[in-house]
């Protein structure tokens, strides 16, 4: 299946191919940017290495790219500027955005094909790719909670002295400050984690705060997260090509699932052949399914704001992004994309 990354020549893109490429499960993969040379870079880079991994066609791209790309996955985005308030950021980013789907609709969007969203604030982008591209829902889904619950087993990890693949853990809801730690099901190696020897309220405490900073933290020491965000793109997209149906907390438009109408949040998610194929209701304690909740409404309020703005139909703002992630130049490349929805 081939894979096109828009904004592939930004670290988050460039670090999505990389793990696709070590995956080997993609048979194609496309490097497109506004940055023509640094997405040519990004893909001879990758391409120079491939005897030692796998056979793989890489290739830089342009949009036109989309009209023959099984699965595409948008990490374009903007970062904000001094003194920018946290919807100004989300509006620029929406114009973009919705610039880079009408792009991708023009070019020739197969109904076959599946959108991963990467950029944020990624589950209002979710929202609006489903409602706006033309693809059945079930083929619109956003990386949402992924990342955040990959770096909380890790973080938990850690702590406990335990290896990272024997913790199971969740975050679900919005990707962002608003996220809700699913204590109740955690667990080591299947034991419950809360029973787990060294395990305290302080040590759980401090894993979520660490993990709720872990996208600041990462801005602040190199520029933002690349390699973590790499691994979590790879695994929703290898899930789609491969099948496998594992349980992920993408983002998806929900209607009911906890009480949440009408919005695109992380929940349980089977991913595989055709998207998303089934979302599941946990028994959650009530403090949970609240917090859940609560995020849907916090997301709910930003879309309203973004729709009353933009308007509700399949146009697109006036004033919106002629250009495919005007940030990703050379200089900009360690700071890219990526910066969680919270930062915005």
């Excluded at 604030?121 to 409602?131: C, E, I, M, Q, S």
């Excluded at 938990?156 to 730690?181: F, I, W, Y």
């Excluded at 419950?192 to 020491?221: R, V, Y």
């Excluded at 983002?251 to 991913?271: I, R």
């Amino acid at each position: 299946m081939k894979v096109s990354i828009i904004g592939g020549g930004g670290l988050v893109g460039s670090m999505a191919a990389y793990a696709l490429q070590f995956g080997r499960s993609a048979s194609h993969i496309c490097i497109i940017d506004a940055n023509k040379d640094l997405a040519q870079g990004v893909a001879l880079d990758l391409l120079q290495g491939s005897c030692l991994v796998a056979d793989q066609r890489i290739t830089a791209g342009t949009m036109d790219d989309v009209s023959s790309s099984n699965v595409i996955v948008i990490t374009a985005g903007l970062r904000r500027k001094p003194d920018e308030s946290r919807l100004d950021l989300i509006n620029r980013n929406v114009d973009l955005f919705l610039n880079l789907l009408e792009q991708a609709k023009s070019a020739g969007l197969k109904e076959n094909s599946y959108l991963v969203v990467v950029s944020n604030p990624v589950d209002v982008l979710t929202y609006l790719a489903t409602k706006r591209s033309g693809l059945d829902p079930k083929r619109v889904m956003g990386l949402g909670t992924v990342l955040d619950t990959a770096r909380f087993r890790s973080h938990l990890a850690k702590r406990l002295a335990v290896p990272p693949t024997q913790v199971q853990a969740l975050l679900l809801g919005e990707h962002g400050d608003s996220m809700v730690p699913i204590w109740s099901s955690a667990t080591v190696a299947g034991l419950p984690l809360e029973q787990w020897p060294g395990c305290n309220p302080q040590l759980l405490k401090d894993a979520f705060e660490e993990t709720k900073t872990a996208g600041s933290t990462m801005i602040k020491l190199k520029g933002g997260s690349g390699f973590a965000v790499g691994v979590s793109i790879a695994e929703v997209v290898q899930s789609i090509i491969l099948d496998s149906r594992k349980i992920l907390p993408v983002s998806s438009l929900q209607n009911g699932l906890y009480g949440v109408h009408d919005v695109a949040l992380s929940v349980p998610t089977e991913v595989g052949c055709g998207g998303v194929r089934k979302v599941i209701e946990l028994a959650l304690t009530p403090k949970e399914r609240v917090g859940i909740q609560q995020s849907g409404k916090l997301l709910r309020d930003i879309i309203d704001q973004v729709e009353a703005r933009i308007g509700l139909g399949n146009s697109l703002p006036l004033n919106a992004s002629s250009t495919i992630n005007p940030s990703s130049t050379a200089k900009n490349l360690p700071r890219s994309a990526w910066q969680p929805s919270r930062k915005y």
